[in-house]
């Protein structure tokens, strides 16, 4: 490709001052195996410079739409409109080019899911991975403009080659990335079966069953994002995050989610459920993060859903936390009552507490 093709394509003109500098990145483009057709679609968009990166997460060329697909799998476009929402993706119309081979193949093993699953249940677990997908890549996007410091914001660099070949470079990790979700699914999947199995025996099949809840939270989180930059302050979430995931996983727990300065967990046995609790708000780290933890813990019948859990234990052991001192656990009488001589209980107060129309009598627990 010469210089005259890509001026009379638009991409370059000789007399502005960037010439030289668009010339390179032109040259590179094309090293990288961009079409004059694909450069012309990125320079319209404005992101000439992240063309070799973006061709590589997905193609800008030869996509079709949910219409399109819908004729390919059978179906009505409604029922892929409703599983594209569900999955959290930006709705363009039924008739916008959007999707690649790939997304109407995984369109197609959403179908053979809702065969399995019915239609309620399979949109359920879009919405979750929705979710979490959209999680997971908007750190994986955050860690790469901090790790790479701005090299890959032309905004920051102000050079459309440098920035270009940063995204190109980085951009390289997407298959591998795409391949190690792939086996932490799996072994996810395993981790889970055997959790289902543990905490409930009698049936593995049903998704209610009894297990302890517990919720830990900071305590004056509130005050401590007023007061902290906001660089600290993500280094005390980061801090909080990554040590509640080692304690709950290194006492057999299973963290549920983080809610800002919170995290849920469930376990199957009562007495690992305390030691949790007992683990977060002493833990060496936390206390050397200048970081007050303070738990509540409930134990009952619970409704596994969707990735979540329900139920009044729940609800009761999300109560307890917003009244419990620092550094102090609270337990529900539910709790107390299957914990083994290990564990003192001291009856404090009862108190209504919101969502509840008798008063709860919180214990607090140390070891025994």
């Known amino acids: 490709m010469d210089l005259e093709e890509w001026s009379a394509a638009g991409l370059y003109d000789p007399d502005a001052d960037n010439a030289a500098e668009r010339r390179e990145l032109l040259a590179f483009l094309e090293s990288e195996g961009c079409t004059l057709e ?20 997905r193609p800008l060329l030869g996509l079709l739409s949910l219409r399109e697909a819908s004729v390919r799998l059978e179906v009505e ?35 053979d899911v809702r065969t399995f699953l019915g239609e309620d249940t399979a949109l359920g677990v879009s919405r979750v991975v929705g979710a979490a997908l959209a999680r997971i890549t908007e750190a994986e996007s955050s860690a790469m403009r901090v790790g790479m410091e701005g090299i890959i914001d032309v905004g920051v660099t102000g050079d459309e080659v440098v920035t270009a070949k940063a995204y190109a470079a980085v ?9 190690m979700l792939d086996t932490l699914h799996r072994q996810h999947l395993e981790a889970t079966r055997v959790h289902f199995e543990d905490i409930d025996r009698e049936n593995a099949e049903r998704t209610a069953f009894r297990c302890g809840v517990g919720f830990a939270d900071l305590s004056g989180f509130t005050h401590l994002s007023q007061r902290l930059p906001l660089a600290s302050l993500s280094a005390v979430l980061s801090t ?35 030691r949790i609790a007992f683990d977060l708000v002493t833990h060496p780290r936390a206390a050397a ?61 009862p108190q209504l507490l919101r969502g509840f129309d008798d008063a709860v009598t919180p214990y607090t627990l140390s070891a025994g």
């Open 38 to 57: 694909e450069m012309q679609l990125a320079h319209s968009r404005g992101r000439l410079f992240a063309l070799a990166g973006d061709r590589r997460i």
């Open 289 to 349: 993060g200048g970081i007050e933890v303070r738990a509540g813990l409930a134990y009952g019948r619970v409704l596994a859903q969707d990735g979540d859990y329900f139920g009044p234990p729940v609800n009761l052991a999300s109560r307890l936390v917003s009244i419990a001192e620092p550094g102090q656990v609270l337990a529900a009488d539910d709790l107390v009552g299957v914990l083994g001589a290990g564990v003192l209980a001291v009856p404090g107060v």
């Open 77 to 111: 476009p409604s029922v892929l409109v409703r599983v594209w929402r569900s999955l959290g993706l930006p709705d363009n119309g039924v008739d916008a080019a959007l999707l690649t081979e790939a997304d109407i193949e995984a369109l197609g093993t959403y179908l």
């Open 240 to 274: 909080f995050e990554e040590t509640s995931l080692d304690t709950v996983h290194g006492r057999g727990g299973r963290v549920v989610k983080f809610l800002g300065d919170a995290v849920m967990w469930v376990s199957a046995e009562p007495e690992d459920l305390v």
């Open 171 to 179: 951009t390289r990790l997407v298959p591998r990335i795409g391949q």
